[in-house]
């Protein structure tokens, strides 16, 4: 199993940016994909991000493209997302996650192991 720790979450004023971090622990070398999930009240879980381990694949949700950017440092067994030009409607709890299906999947069933996750506000 993997166990996974999120921070970077916070408050911020639409337009501004936030980094989330994600590290992973435990039996880590087998992870196919990593991605970001968020959740707002009310609402079901959806994909924001999803990379490959390798880093070579990448997958954005259509409302974060050119805004928000995934990338891992293997090394020190991180994941990240960038957010930029945050709006409102990105307040949610974000969620990291690890996926065991082959190939870059947005599927939220496909991962197995999730993080706690953490609070993003973006006041208007």
């Known amino acids: 199993q993997v166990r996974l720790v999120e921070s970077g979450g916070g408050l911020v004023q639409a337009g501004g940016s936030l980094r989330l971090s994600c590290a992973a622990s435990?039996?880590?070398?087998?992870?196919?994909?990593m991605g970001w999930f968020r959740q707002a009240p009310g609402k079901e879980r959806e994909s924001v991000a999803v990379i490959s381990w390798g880093g070579a694949r990448t997958y954005y949700a259509d409302s974060v493209k050119g805004r928000f950017t995934i990338s891992r440092d293997i090394a020190k067994n991180t994941l990240y997302l960038q957010m930029n030009s945050l709006k409102p409607e990105d307040t949610a709890v974000y969620y990291c996650a690890a996926a065991y299906t082959p190939g870059v999947t947005a599927e939220v069933s496909d991962f197995g192991s999730w993080g706690q996750g953490t609070q993003v506000t973006v006041s208007s």
């Open positions: 435990g039996r880590t070398f087998n992870i196919p994909s």
